[in-house]
């Protein structure tokens, strides 16, 4: 094993031993870290389920109907049975259409049968005043995994997945009774259609800056641009009434919409939700099927082979019920004492960060006393949630009736559960992740961190931890979320996640000028996989900084606390092993940097690094003071 300097190289120095011993799963692209912890809760909850439905006693009606799915769902036999017929029922809804005319006749029916449309409709909470919910309108998605993929320059990279995805396609086709000459035809015209979409929707580095989704217009001026498209039918089809205005979050896209969506592109689009809706049904489907519909997505990925019928089983039902699954396991695998421990960090995280905005020697008093506020005002949300929302109660389904089309009927009751929405006031106290996730988040238009149960274990938590590596471990990700409030998005909203500049034109100046230094800290690195794109990663980049910056703090005020075991734990973290396919597709669609760099490039931008491992000039892992870093 070549030796490793931790001057040179924090991530491998700790990782070095874990990453030789970790093997990738068959049916996934990583190994390590989260994805570990993923596949221990994975394994644990599939016990459970396997032991509720051996027993038949279930703690409510809620896991009664998610075991039930369970059991439907890894029935291989069953699924043969029923083959690819019910989607292909749901689907003959689009030879009747005809004329466009009859199209506007049937768009709600489309939306809640789940058949892809050339716009998508949500109801959600209004960026700029956030008590209350609006009507949001997207673009569809494209058939690559971002739309960066069809940019000029990229030909041949787009053409060669394009023909993959198609090969894959051809042969869905050809179960569902086509000839290859009508495979041909429809698989021609959905590549054209996804084409024209692909030339206007926005880039995942596009998404990134999420505040740009704010685009409020008055729902006639919409409505003229996507005719022939019958907008106002819909509208009044799926909430009763025309609101007065509707939030664009791809505007280009819209201005452009009459290009893709018209008369003459008409066959075009109806082949092409064929197509795509046939191919994103295909899980639910037979296990030949499910292969098909899967392959794409984990040739992209270096995925070997797809999971197991009881793990796809278990994923299906554990989403659809997600909220009773998550509490189960968080009631039952997260204890009190622990819950009362992670409280008391949190609440240390959000003082610690309140003081040093206060002592923060840059900043005007009155942009101080927003950012304030706004902590003060944050939600915690920790393990797990005290109930059960009433969505629940209504996710009813015949058992009879074949896994698709229980999946689309449940399925079709969120949306409309979604829809129902407008005109009530925004539940600030729904959890946007269940108990069981191994993941965490700030939401920035409500105000709240997200800490589920099934993060809040080894290596980022324990209560049998030292302090000095739980700060560095689920401390430093706990201010990392913290930090997203005052991210280059977040930073945008107040204290009630309102869009509103709180700012003072100095500070703003001040700021950005520090986002930039950000952005070039990260912008060009080479890895093996690709080039790192430091504007798309900046949020997550400036949110570790963040979380690092107000840990090192508390262990600067701890007695008895260990540098060592905090930088030691960060970098354990972050320890993963991945196919390189899959590191290559991150760089294009995920807004968080490579594993790597995240251990390996916040520390630098500290003295504290710098002391501990007596950092000199000619190591590895040392940045010019002027090229160093604090935001927070």
Known sequence: MEEIRIQDDLYTFVNQAKLEELVIPEDMPIAGGVANLMTSVEKLMIGEFNTM????????????????????AKDVKRKKKHGIKPALKQLAILKKLGTLRGYNLH??????????????????????????????????SVILPDASYYKEGKEQQRDMLLNLW??????????AGHSEEECDLLLKDTLAFDALIAK??????????????????????????????????LLTDLFGEIPEEIIVAEPRYFKNFKEVFNQDTFELYKNWAYVVTLMGSCS????????????????????????????????????????????YYGEKYFGEEAKKDITEIVQQIVATYQKRIATNDILEQATKDKAILKLSKMGLKLAYPDRVEEIYSKLVFDESKSLFDIVSALRAIRMEDNFSKLGKEVDRTHWAMPGHMVNACYDPFVNDITFPAAILQPPFYSIHQTRSENLGGIGAVIGHEISHAFDSNGAKCDEMGNLNNWWTKADERKFNKKVNAMIRQ???????????????????NIADNGGMAVTLDIMSQTEGVSFEEYFTNWAKVWCQKAKPEYQALLLQVDVHGPCYLRANMPPRNFAEWYETFQVKKTDGMYLAPSKRVVIW
């Open 284 to 327: 639910l489907l037979s296990e030949e099927l499910r292969d098909l519909g899967g392959g794409f997505s984990r040739a992209l990925s270096g995925i070997a082979a797809p999971s197991s019928p009881e793990k796809f089983a278990y994923q299906l039902a554990s989403s659809m019920y997600s909220e009773p699954v998550g509490l």
């Open 522 to 540: 990260f912008d060009g690195i080479e890895l093996p996989w690709g080039t790192v794109n430091g504007k798309f990663t900046v949020s997550e």
């Open 166 to 175: 198609s090969g894959f396609a051809k042969q869905v086709l050809a179960i």
């Open 200 to 233: 206007y929707v926005k880039t995942s580095e596009e998404w990134s800056e999420y505040v740009k989704m704010y685009n409020p217009m008055k729902t006639g001026r919409v409505a003229g641009m996507v005719k022939p498209m019958n907008l106002k039918k």
């Open 107 to 140: 768009t709600k029916e489309l939306i809640l049968k789940g058949i892809a449309m050339p716009i998508s409709i949500a109801v959600e909470p209004n960026m700029k005043d956030t008590v209350h919910h609006c009507v949001m309108i997207q673009g569809p």
């Open 53 to 72: 439905c051996a027993d038949g006693a279930y703690p409510n009606e809620h896991l009664a109907r998610a075991c039930t799915l369970y059991t439907l």
